[in-house]
């Protein structure tokens, strides 16, 4: 089996949606990302950093889903990274509320021995040297190596930023962020310029209005799927990296045409994600459910126009 | 082959954008469906009106389009519908800045005796009560009535674009619009409940973000194509849909299926309007481009996920 290395928070969220309010709830990049990809065919494991108030039960969700918790580091009297939020009306935005690093705050990545041959390296959102850190310490390079950020780095840590964006083959950012990034508002655009950054392929993720896989000259587009209720989307672009990561070291191809099934399995597992708050529906979904819905994304987005009508 | 009949206005519009600013240009919603149409092997009329200011070579281009004008009637020492708007920075917002109606106040629609039977009948955005005013003068009943609409008459003329609603098969609105009509905020709630006032299908278009065809539990989606530059979006709502009542009108199908490849080419049709400022685009625009770009949302589009991965 394939090897994917997650590196990325893992956390507690406090989230306000219009739909209902939560208490201290499982969270963080590395959680969603971890989650989602053990859907997949792959052996992966968590690098990251948990106080000794991380529970118990939740240890035992992730290594019920066979990942590696060698890298998860615990600091000794230390307290989990905490991040609450509330959310507009629309989903569409939020306020931060409350951010508190605490043992974030002297992170200092370690990756286990038997992951430095990692096929897969799933870089999701941490700050940049973080992310570099981990890079340094592979043995093997990696087949593929995927880059999630946000525009509070583009804020606060551009030159480190653009240093990892050098190292990776695959970036993961939202509309917004490509734009802030690029400085070009035409995703297009925006694109071609994150290219000559580093990245050969570049993922804009756009929320409920999906996702965009861009290669040079080659567009390919993912859907979300239209959903009855948005619950919560805190997580969703984690869930979305996880399945594209999950499904791409699953099936070593690292093509053009295989990301495009990649970004499909992505918005897939995110699907399912906003579902519920946190990471409720990721804990109890189950594969034959993946499956279905695979098959809501071909019905929602193959067509066939004949040949003949063409002429 | 097959009749269209596309009900709307023949304007003139005066746009500015961040990209530019016209004087008067050809504009309204049948001319841009026109237009649009006349890529597909259809007989297509427009039934509207305009006064004596409207230029000679405008309706020439229409003629040279085989458009049918019986049905364009010309005001004496009238003059022709005007618009001006200005779009924000990001083009999917504008302002009205001027609306004279002019010769459309008192616009009485004739049907030609020879599109009383039309196959498609397709209705342009205008006062409900001229909408339905045309489909009382059908003597056939048409194999598809294709309704488009917006948020003015939702304000001014709600009963009268209800009643308008229980008479067509298909209905295009934004999905501002779906929000507004329905009062649902999710776009999947806000066409079950479209569906309960009449049309069978429900297209929402999202602008950029693509445009979705419901029929009760069924969802297609095709996205906008990613462009380099979007100059101005005044009238790809109404290409749009003059894209899919042309293709279903050559095709003579009105499956699911079908309507599915019916907004595919109405995205095609819609993402060559936005390159340019008003018609000018769709005036220049060749069949062969529009057959090569299909190619372009294939790619887009299509994925092919191999069974044996999902076992």
């Known amino acids: 089996m394939n090897k994917l290395l997650i590196v990325g928070t893992v ?9 209902g309010k939560t208490d201290k709830i499982l969270g963080g990049a590395a959680t969603y990302i971890g989650l989602s990809a053990s859907f997949f065919k792959v052996q992966s494991a968590i690098v990251s950093v948990i106080g000794e108030d991380f529970e118990q039960e939740h240890i035992d969700l992730l290594k019920s889903r066979n990942i590696d918790l060698t890298g998860l ?27 508190e690093l605490n043992v974030l705050a002297d992170f200092n990545p370690i990756v286990p021995e038997h992951f430095k041959d990692a ?3 799933m870089l999701g959102n941490l700050h940049p040297i973080v992310q570099s850190g981990v890079l340094d310490q592979m043995t ?7 880059l999630d950020t946000m525009n509070f780095w583009m804020d606060c840590a551009l030159p480190e930023l653009l240093d990892v964006m ?3 083959d695959v970036i993961t950012i939202n509309d917004e962020e490509a734009r802030q990034l690029s400085g070009e508002y035409s995703l297009v655009k925006a694109a071609a310029k994150i290219h000559t950054m580093g990245p050969q392929y570049v993922v804009i993720k756009k929320g409920e209005h999906g996702a965009l896989l861009f290669n040079n000259k ?4 993912a859907p979300a799927l239209p959903l009855e209720d948005v619950f919560d989307p805190t997580g969703a672009g984690d869930t979305f990296a996880g399945g594209f990561a999950g499904y791409i070291a699953q099936s070593e191809n690292v093509s053009f045409e295989n990301m495009k099934n990649g970004i499909i399995y992505g918005s897939n597992m995110a699907s399912f994600c906003v579902e519920k708050f946190g990471t409720e529906r990721m804990a ?9 819905r695979l098959q809501q994304f071909r019905a929602l987005t193959q067509f066939d126009i004949a040949l003949e009508e063409e002429e």
Chains 1, 2 share one sequence.
């Open 11 to 19: 956390a507690y969220d406090a989230i306000e949606s219009p739909f």
């Open 73 to 99: 580091e615990t600091v000794k009297g230390g307290k989990t990274f905490f991040w609450s939020g509330r959310y507009h009306n629309d989903l569409n935005s939020r306020d931060t509320l409350v951010t």
């Open 119 to 121: 096929d897969v390296v």
């Open 140 to 146: 093997v390079k990696p087949k593929l190596v995927v």
């Open 166 to 168: 050098k190292r990776v």
């Open 218 to 221: 080659q567009v390919f587009f």
């Open 284 to 292: 109890s979904l189950r594969k034959e459910e993946v499956l279905e």
